[in-house]
T-cell receptor, first 113, second 113 residues
Framework: ETGVTQTPRHLVMGMTNKKSLKCEQHLGHNAMYWYKQSAKKPLELMFV???????ENNSVPSRFSPECPNSSHLFLHLHTLQPEDSALYLCASSQDPTEGEQYFGPGTRLTVT | QKEVEQNSGPLSVPEGAIASLNCTYSDRGSQSFFWYRQYSGKSPELIMSIYSNGDKEDGRFTAQLNKASQYVSLLIRDSQPSDSATYLC?????????????FGTGTRLLVSP
């Protein structure tokens, strides 16, 4: 595997379900990010991790819970989501958080029913 | 005022023509500027970065930056149908400890054969 990978690629879940999104980067980077992309809206930064420590929580509702066990892996735990949370969730990484060049994974298309 | 503004398009150009994509930003402190290409159903792919005023060329792509006017552009020479995609402009905003990427909503480019 190369670059940034994400699983699953597609996810349909009910509002009462609990699920997790997984991201893995094979670039040797130290910073990882979660973004949300909704139709007609710019990419929204959700969380930033630097050397597995969270450095930013961009006012994200608590029904989204990130986890970063090491600098290569990032999870987004989901529970009691709302239909408006349906979106493309993108993971990205960069060499370090002062580096603006970020590389994205393929994303998880999430539908909340 | 939006932090990063782009015309949503679509911008239609014939094959072989020059496509000109424009972006303005509001944060005068921004230091780094990026262009990402996003094909439909795919994730953003970094294609150009520029850090100082002037032009930067990479193959058929030229990025132009004018910090005084808070303006970034991307020129695509000899446009090909495979260039049809949404182009996202992103600029950095310095937060505590990391460079936050702020994205525009993107310009959709259509290159007709």
């Amino acid at each position: 595997e190369t670059g940034v990978t994400q699983t699953p690629r597609h996810l349909v879940m009910g509002m009462t379900n609990k699920k997790s999104l997984k991201c893995e980067q094979h670039l040797g980077h130290n910073a990882m990010y979660w973004y949300k992309q909704s139709a007609k809206k710019p990419l929204e930064l959700m969380f930033v991790y630097n050397f597995k420590e969270q450095t930013e929580n961009n006012s994200v509702p608590s029904r989204f819970s990130p986890e970063c066990p090491n600098s290569s892996h990032l999870f987004l735990h989901l529970h009691t989501l709302q239909p408006e949370d349906s979106a493309l969730y993108l993971c990205a990484s960069s060499q370090d958080p002062t580096e603006g060049e970020q590389y994205f994974g393929p994303g998880t298309r999430l539908t909340v029913t | 005022q939006k932090e990063v503004e782009q015309n949503s398009g679509p911008l239609s150009v014939p094959e072989g023509a020059i496509a000109s994509l424009n972006c303005t930003y509001s944060d005068r402190g921004s230091q780094s500027f990026f262009w990402y290409r996003q094909y439909s159903g795919k994730s953003p792919e970094l294609i150009m970065s520029i850090y100082s005023n002037g032009d930067k060329e990479d193959g058929r792509f030229t990025a132009q930056l004018n910090k005084a006017s808070q303006y970034v552009s991307l020129l695509i020479r000899d446009s090909q149908p495979s260039d049809s995609a949404t182009y996202l402009c992103a600029v950095t905003s310095l937060n505590t400890g990391f460079q936050k990427l702020v994205f525009g909503t993107g310009t959709r480019l259509l290159v007709s054969p």
